[in-house]
């Protein structure tokens, strides 16, 4: 994959020698700089009223899909991604993985903490109300911490421990 | 009871090559792949170093260096990268299947709540009862522990039965294992937690010094009927000791000796020593208002269950709430009385 | 070397992120190392793509945190995300990307060699960064009063620029969800963290208008524009999935989610 | 080339062929505007080996306290502080930057034929960058250092006086220069290649420069997040890592992970590109199945991000992602095996020279067999919960950090010193001071692996008497290591100040570097090279070119 290989474009400067001597890029018309323009406008008045709909879970993949298309378009076109190196495209394409593996490996752990044990039966969280010591003190609600913490365990107040949000 | 003899013959030189004794059903499964690990880790290192040496030997440089060049051996190198492959799913495969049988426990395992705290463990048994720095288990009994930790990250490590867990503050990890050898087994806490200043005594007797270090305790694997009878009475005075004996006890075991000396020191936490009965100067800010007080039995009652209630001045307000019974704050009182 | 090249590396403060901008004698733009300028150009654009790379692995760490958090506090979030202003952050979406079109535009004029055209390009991109910033300051302004502040600050309203707490201000924290101050110190740190990329936009957008103005850049040589560029091309990128993410969050109550 | 004239900043003008690039400009101010990847590449040297000396004496003192059970020279806090600063120094400020920015930066242009680094001025920019962070760090030294240990791990490091802020903050810093140097090398390696030096013919110590640098670049600004939201954290109490505010503390060690454990492939790496090089060069041989080293270079890279949370196994984490990942971690064995098989392989009908830099080479390859084996009982759930922060883990990474990647730097220093300095240094004593090095750095780790498996806790002050006759043993040989080192630092000071003049190519070598004048001029090359053989095709090399003179 060796990229010592010169642009191949039709411009005028035609100087031999070590790949193309001179730099030319592609250079957009107004009218593609300016289409490109109105496309992300559109897609960010398409993004605020979808998220007016409730969608339910939808909402949230609608709203990345969307912002994963203006990046897209913001990358191709006015980052010339296009009609640039394709190495520079690689590197663009092993940063989105490498962060896309970090937000998978992470989110699997974050979510499956107590899915594993429900087969058996137990649960790894207590849904029994108590809170773990040193977990949520909620920092505005001062008055009731206050007089409410005596045991640690002692006190069944509402909020579960943080991460037993889900209902079973 | 058995004597508490704590750690002297503890730990006899370990059997099975450089384990501690098991005395857990687990703990055998495990030593079993540590020992086939350790076998083959030996194989592949002495093959290769045997074979380094002595192809350094043999081809020396000599006079007459003819490079060769190096022939090309592509199905031994695809070998070498697809009979591993076989091998290391193996390793997963078992070592995941023993990992499981020390997280999932069975419906009827007895639960205790184990809380690590900077610098000593407390127990909770399921009737309630609260004891430091020991736990009594029985034997051939599947045992969940439920871990939390109220400040920094500890981690409950009991070697005996190859099993550790984070105690992570604002949540609650579980850990499985059933004890199945009677006697006295240490557990530490493998994960940094810090250290006191100065070079105060451990909450446990014999006990390494130095907070993360410090933080052991002891579980005692008791015949059944020995646990029931146990587990029935709350924490009574043992015999022969009288309250103030008892109460220096247990400013042993619930590591009060970390932060409050009894011999006059500066500490983390005021003295003990000639502070019963005298009037105390509290920090009015944090103790909603009260100037100042008498250190009389209710003030000391009132410190130990909720501390941060009354905070005496020139001192932060970092002690935990203490869940023991009268009887034993009773006897802390009456071991305060003896200090003038 | 002219001390225009030593000037040149240490401007873009700790960051340093643009490899520098080459000065050499025949022709002048062109590095003694360099054979050709396409091969100067090629590596100055694969250097910056790979800084790019780096701070979106940089910026997908918060999004991570945001990630998990907003599995666990789904209710606090919608609840945050409400209180939010979505017009004026819709604005700044629509604002971002203009400067995202005058940036481009200002690199194809550059490249035409059209020097007076370049300056009007870059000086609308300073404009449009500008009024982005006077947006957030309002709009920071208004969770100060309203004391949805991060972490230990939460819940007291305080006055942006005294940081005093603001006697007698209702502040609704009391009535949201808990967890909520989780919420508003993502809110901080993405945004905080974004807005100070686009004041190191704008240092480097006006270091490039000083050098144009001073006829550095011909058709030739125009590589320090189109580096710019894509750092404010990578900079509207960012807020392109912070806008969604952080104004449009729409909250499942967990029994629908099965 | 036309006479250049030399210029006062020695890189604007071409300098002249025939002076080499130490006396080509003269003064400190030559050497604090330096442009030149070699200059660079000393600077770097220097400050890393400062600092090693630093963590290396704090080490001492740690091992010197295990010495006996209870309190042997200082307090429990005081000990804390010391092997905080032994990890925080000895990973942040020695092991990253010393083979890519030091000796790679030295090497790399060289190897490619080039003139100079694809960025000259940011190259510098990130040794002043370095410099700033390590003043960051010795500010804190200074004012009462860290007792957090070098993972920083929250709530902990939130929650405990001392300078924590400076620290993370030279981290911080520290962390940009290591981005930017592999921005720089990748740049270079693709854009700098001089003619005829295709893909299949760089050396393999290019190629894992290169596989470091994208590890540098992609996994660097993930621990720059985390640092940053550790010190929010500490100031505003921002609640991301607060259990009481609703934050989680495992997510703090999954971002922390996530950066480290690629750094510690940004450590190996180079280490076994170095170890390509010597083991070709003193085997005259080309290394055996060069194809599947790089490929397995750029597969330790890739697999470096799937793994991280290995170090995570008993950290409260789902049993799931412990098997998702401790599946993942036993990928990364088979590049590791790989590449191990082919060394040895290499080896076999060779004609091979012992020299001191090949001692070294052969001494990796006995203990990053012990380091990457060792490294299959801690990927193994069962295994790793019992030996997970035991001393079997001190053991385990310092028998593939200092057993493997530290070794490869003496060995590659050795290696390149005569290019470097223009100077030889003494033979017989380097052969001595391996020995002792050998003997003192294997008597202080394996020890420690019985005292993991017997279940000896990380980080502890004080032990129980029965964990006391292996850490004496430990200990001692600790001093025997220590003596071992300064030796051979006293050994290239003596060299620099009466070595022999070096022949151009000292050890009989064909790679590409040894094709430049020793010490070479400021462009490397007297004129601009093409390479018309592979860096380790001896059987095509000419005699002349491996010729001492």
């Known amino acids: 994959m060796s990229d010592a290989h010169d642009h191949d474009h039709d411009h005028d400067h035609d100087e031999d020698g070590y790949g193309k001597d001179e730099v030319h890029a592609h250079i957009g018309s107004y009218k593609q700089y300016g289409a490109v323009f109105m496309a992300l406008l559109a897609f960010t008045l398409l993004t605020v009223a979808v998220a007016s709909v409730h969608l339910g879970n939808a909402n949230l993949a609608v709203a990345v899909i969307i912002a994963s298309l203006k990046a897209a378009l913001v990358c191709t076109f006015f980052m010339h991604l296009k009609d640039d190196n394709k190495f520079n495209s690689l590197i663009l394409i092993a940063a989105v993985t490498f962060i896309g593996v970090f937000f998978a490996l992470t989110l699997n752990d974050v979510s499956y903490r107590e899915k594993l044990d429900t087969q058996s039966g137990n649960r790894i969280y207590l849904e029994s109300g108590d809170k773990a010591p040193g977990s949520w003190d909620n920092p505005i609600k001062k008055e009731e911490k206050k007089e409410g913490e005596a045991a640690p365990q002692a006190s069944t107040s509402a909020s579960a421990a943080p991460s037993a949000s889900h209902a079973p | 009871m058995i004597h508490l003899d704590l750690l002297s013959g503890l730990t006899p030189p370990p059997a099975a090559f450089d384990l501690p004794p098991a005395i857990a059903v687990e703990s055998s499964q495990v030593d079993w792949l540590y020992n086939m690990i350790y076998y083959v880790s030996i194989f592949f290192t002495v093959v290769i170093t045997a074979l380094m040496l002595y192809w350094v030997r043999k081809y020396r440089r000599q006079k007459t260096d003819k490079r060769m060049e190096t022939p090309h051996y592509p199905r031994l190198e695809i070998a070498w990268t697809v009979i591993p492959c076989f091998f290391v ?117 014999g006990a390494p010094h130095g907070g993360h270090s410090a933080m052991m305790a002891m579980i005692h694997v008791v015949p059944q009927d020995e646990f029931d009878k146990f587990i029935k009475e709350g924490p009574k005075r043992p015999e022969g000791l009288t309250d103030a004996e008892w109460g220096k006890q247990l400013y042993r075991q619930n590591a009060c000796i970390t932060c409050h000396s009894v011999d006059g020191a500066k500490g983390t936490g005021p003295t003990w020593k000639g502070m019963f009965g005298k009037p105390v100067e509290l920090n009015a800010a944090l103790s909603g208002g009260v100037g100042n007080v008498t250190a009389d039995e209710e003030y000391v009652h009132e410190s130990i269950l909720k501390p941060q209630a009354k905070v005496v001045m020139g001192f932060n307000p970092v002690m935990p709430p203490y869940t023991l019974s009268d009887k034993q704050i009773d006897a802390i009182i009456a071991y305060m009385k003896t200090l003038e | 070397m002219t001390t225009e090249a030593t000037a040149d590396h240490d401007e873009h403060g700790e960051h340093g992120g643009d490899p520098e901008h080459p000065h050499a004698d025949h022709p002048k733009w062109l590095q ?208 392109i999935y912070l806008f969604p993410m952080m104004y449009l969050i729409d909250y499942v109550p967990p029994g629908h989610r099965g | ?142 004012s009462g250092a860290v007792d957090t240990g070098w993972t920083f791990y929250t709530p902990y490091s939130t929650t405990t006086n001392g300078a924590v802020i400076a620290m993370v903050l030279g981290a911080f810093i520290a962390g940009f220069s290591s981005i930017l140097t592999g921005v720089n090398f990748i740049t270079t390696i693709h854009k700098l290649r001089a003619p005829g030096l295709t893909w299949s013919r760089l050396p393999l110590f290019l190629w894992a420069i290169y596989a470091t640098s994208i590890l540098q670049v992609l996994a660097t600004p993930v621990l720059a997040i985390t640092l940053l939201l550790l010190m929010l954290e500490r100031t505003f109490g921002i609640g991301i890592f607060d259990p009481h505010k609703g934050g989680d503390p ?287 095709d001896y059987h095509l090399a000419t005699d002349a070119e491996i010729a001492e003179d």
Not at chain 2, 100 to 109: G, S
Not at chain 2, 188 to 194: D, L, Q, V
Not at chain 3, 101 to 111: D, I, N
Not at chain 4, 67 to 83: A, C, E, K, M, Q
């Open chain 2, 89 to 205: 799913v193996f390793l997963f495969h078992a070592g995941f299947k023993v990992f499981m049988t020390q997280a999932i426990a069975a419906q009827d395992a007895l639960e205790i709540r184990v809380r690590g705290q900077k610098w000593f463990w407390s127990f909770k048994y399921p009737n309630g009862r609260e004891e430091n720095s020991h736990l009594y288990l029985p034997v051939n009994k599947q045992v969940k522990f439920l871990l939390s930790s109220s400040d920094v990250i500890h981690a409950f490590f009991v070697p005996g039965a190859r099993a550790k867990k984070d105690c992570v503050p604002g949540m609650y990890t579980t850990l499985v294992f059933t004890p199945n050898v009677l006697g006295e087994t240490p557990v530490y806490c493998a994960e940094y937690c810090g250290a006191p200043l100065g070079y105060p005594e451990p909450a446990l007797e």
């Open chain 4, 250 to 536: 495992v997510l703090f060690q999954h971002f922390f992970w996530f950066y480290s454990h690629p750094a510690v492939y940004i450590m190996i790496l180079p280490g076994m590109g170095i170890i390509n090089e010597l083991i070709s060069t003193f085997s005259h041989r080309k290394i055996m199945g060069y194809r599947a080293v790089f490929i397995s270079s750029l597969a330790l890279a890739l697999f470096s991000f799937l793994v991280w949370a290995h170090h995570m196994f008993t950290s409260g984490m789902s049993e799931y992602a412990n098997m998702v990942f401790s599946a993942l971690t036993f990928l990364v064995a088979i590049p590791s095996g790989v590449k191990v098989f082919n060394w040895t392989g290499t080896l076999y009908k060779a004609s091979i020279w012992a020299a001191s830099p090949m001692l070294y080479a052969l001494a990796f390859l006995f203990q990053f067999c012990i380091g990457g084996l060792t490294g299959l009982f801690l990927g193994m759930l069962a295994t790793d919960i019992h030996l997970h922060d035991t001393y079997f883990v001190v053991a385990h990474f310092h028998y593939v950090m200092v057993g493997s990647t530290v070794f490869a730097f003496w060995g590659g220093l050795h290696y390149w010193w005569p290019k470097i300095t223009g100077k030889m240094y003494d033979e017989g004593t380097a052969k001595k001071v391996f020995w002792i090095v050998f003997v003192g750095y294997n008597g202080v780790f394996l020890p420690q692996f019985v005292l993991g498996s017997r279940g000896m806790p990380r980080r502890y002050y004080d032990y129980l008497p029965q964990f006391e006759f292996l850490h004496k043993v430990s200990t001692m040989f600790s001093w025997v290591l220590a003596v071992g080192l300064f030796w051979m630092l006293f050994m290239f000071i003596q060299s620099l100040r009466n070595g022999k003049k070096a022949p151009r190519n000292p050890w009989n070598s064909a790679g590409y570097e040894w094709g430049t004048p020793t010490p070479p001029p400021l462009e490397n090359f007297t004129s601009p090279p093409t390479f018309t053989r592979g860096p380790y």
């Open chain 3, 32 to 239: 003694h190392h360099w054979d050709t300028p396409a091969q100067q150009f090629d590596a100055a654009k694969l250097g910056m793509w790979a800084f790019l790379g780096q701070e979106l692995l940089f910026f997908s760490g918060l999004f991570v945190a945001y990630a998990i958090y907003r599995t666990w506090f789904g209710e606090a979030f919608a609840a945050g995300s409400h209180e939010l202003n979505r017009t004026m952050g819709a604005a700044n979406t629509c604002v971002l990307l203009f400067s995202s079109l005058t940036a481009a535009l200002g690199v194809r004029s550059s490249q035409l060699g059209k020097k007076n055209e370049t300056t009007i390009w870059i000086v609308l991109t300073i404009g449009c960064a500008f009024a982005f910033l006077v947006v957030k300051y309002f709009e920071y302004q208004a969770k100060f009063h309203h004391g949805l502040l991060p972490g230990t600050f939460f819940g007291t309203p305080r006055d942006m620029l005294t940081f005093e707490p603001l006697v007698g201000a209702h502040s609704p924290a009391a009535e949201l969800p808990n967890h909520t101050n989780v919420f508003f110190s993502l809110y901080f740190i993405m945004t905080g963290l974004h807005a100070l990329h686009v004041i190191i936009g704008i240092g480097i957008w006006i270091w490039i208008l000083k050098r144009n103005l001073r006829g550095d850049f011909s058709k030739r040589y125009f590589t320090p524009v189109d580096i710019t560029a894509l750092y404010w091309h990578l900079v509207d990128l960012v807020w």
């Open chain 4, 1 to 142: 080339m036309a006479a250049i004239t030399t210029d006062q900043h020695g890189h604007g003008g071409h300098g002249d062929p025939n002076v080499d690039y130490l006396h080509v400009s003269k003064g400190i101010w030559s050497w604090i505007y330096t442009l030149d990847h070699k200059r660079i590449g000393i600077l770097y040297l220097v400050s890393v080996i400062t600092f090693f000396i630093v963590a290396g004496l704090a080490a001492l003192l740690v091992r010197i306290e295990l010495f006996t059970p209870g309190r042997t020279i200082v307090d429990p806090d005081t000990y804390n502080r010391l092997f905080t600063l032994h990890g925080v120094v000895m990973v942040f400020l020695f092991i990253i930057p010393a083979i890519p920015a030091s000796l790679g930066n030295f090497v790399l242009p060289m190897m490619l034929g080039a003139k100079d680094v694809a960025f000259p001025r940011l190259n510098l920019l990130s040794y002043y960058i370095y410099l700033l962070g390590s003043c960051f760090a010795i500010y804190s030294l200074i």
